[in-house]
């Protein structure tokens, strides 16, 4: 008799539920974990992305553990870092904040990275970072106010969302697209995959 697998996914994101979904794999459960993102005294961005996912990973885990109804679950969590050379860019949450990201990555290359961490149902912690290569075009000032006023940059790392209109800022491209939009399905399917979660047991259900 196979044993009915769980997911919980640490995030709230609306994104890395969808990309998720987009791969066929519904979380059985959404337990965003609410920990201080202030990056520590020179901390690298890449040790940021897997630092934060692995705190949101552990915290999630140890929080379905205090439950009495407590069922072994696979935990996953991600966290993504917009980032100019070592200078580590907001989560935007004012205009101010979006209008100086642009202002910064105009005519720029930048790096997203991704941290992906996942808990076993038996308590194993196995992580991945992901980096992805942008370079964005040279962006006026009045480019960079409309787009500040759709606000669509709200809440996102880098304070742009490239799978919306800032999709049209983006000269160049070197590595994953999913990584910029928030969870590289590459690699978190691979490493569901590798700790035995069945990843493709919805696909047959999605045919049209």
Same mark, same amino acid.
Not at 2 to 21: D, H, M, N, T
Not at 149 to 153: M, N
């Given at each position: 008799?196979?044993?009915?697998?769980?997911?919980?996914?640490?995030?709230?994101?609306? &994104?890395?539920?969808?990309?998720?979904?987009?791969a066929?794999?519904e979380?059985?459960?959404i337990?965003? =974990?609410?920990? /201080?993102?202030?990056?520590?005294?020179?901390?690298?961005? &890449?040790?940021?992305?897997? &630092?934060?996912?692995?705190? #949101? =990973?552990?915290?999630?885990f140890?929080?379905l553990?205090?439950?009495? /109804?407590? =069922?072994?679950?696979?935990?996953? =969590?991600? /966290?993504?870092?917009?980032?100019?050379?070592?200078?580590?860019?907001p989560k935007?949450?004012?205009? /101010?904040?979006?209008?100086?990201?642009l202002?910064?990555?105009?005519?720029?290359?930048?790096?997203?990275?991704?941290? @992906?961490?996942? @808990?076993?149902?038996?308590?194993?912690?196995?992580?991945?970072?992901?980096?992805?290569?942008?370079?964005?075009?040279?962006?006026?000032?009045?480019?960079?106010?409309?787009?500040v006023?759709?606000?669509?940059?709200r809440? #996102?790392?880098?304070?742009y969302?490239?799978?919306?209109?800032?999709?049209?800022?983006?000269?160049?491209?070197?590595?994953?697209?999913?990584?910029i939009v928030?969870?590289?399905?590459?690699?978190?399917?691979?490493?569901?995959?590798?700790?035995?979660?069945?990843?493709?047991?919805?696909?047959?259900s999605?045919?049209?």
């Open positions: 008799m196979s044993i009915l697998q769980k997911l919980v996914l640490a995030s709230g994101s609306p &994104r890395r539920i969808e990309l998720l979904q987009q066929g794999i979380p059985d459960r337990l965003p =974990a609410d920990i /201080d993102e202030t990056p520590l005294r020179a901390e690298h961005p &890449r040790s940021l992305a897997k &630092r934060l996912s692995k705190e #949101k =990973a552990e915290k999630a140890a929080s553990k205090s439950e009495t /109804d407590h =069922a072994p679950s696979f935990v996953l =969590a991600a /966290d993504t870092v917009v980032a100019v050379g070592r200078r580590i860019l935007a949450e004012t205009l /101010d904040d979006a209008a100086n990201c202002g910064l990555l105009s005519g720029r290359s930048h790096r997203v990275y991704s941290g @992906i961490c996942l @808990i076993t149902p038996g308590g194993k912690l196995r992580q991945r970072l992901v980096e992805t290569r942008v370079r964005f075009k040279r962006l006026p000032r009045e480019e960079i106010d409309a787009y006023a759709s606000g669509e940059w809440g #996102k790392a880098g304070g969302a490239v799978q919306g209109l800032a999709g049209a800022f983006v000269v160049k491209l070197v590595g994953s697209y999913t990584n928030g969870l590289p399905l590459y690699e978190t399917v691979a490493l569901l995959s590798g700790e035995g979660f069945k990843t493709h047991q919805n696909w047959l999605a045919r049209p």
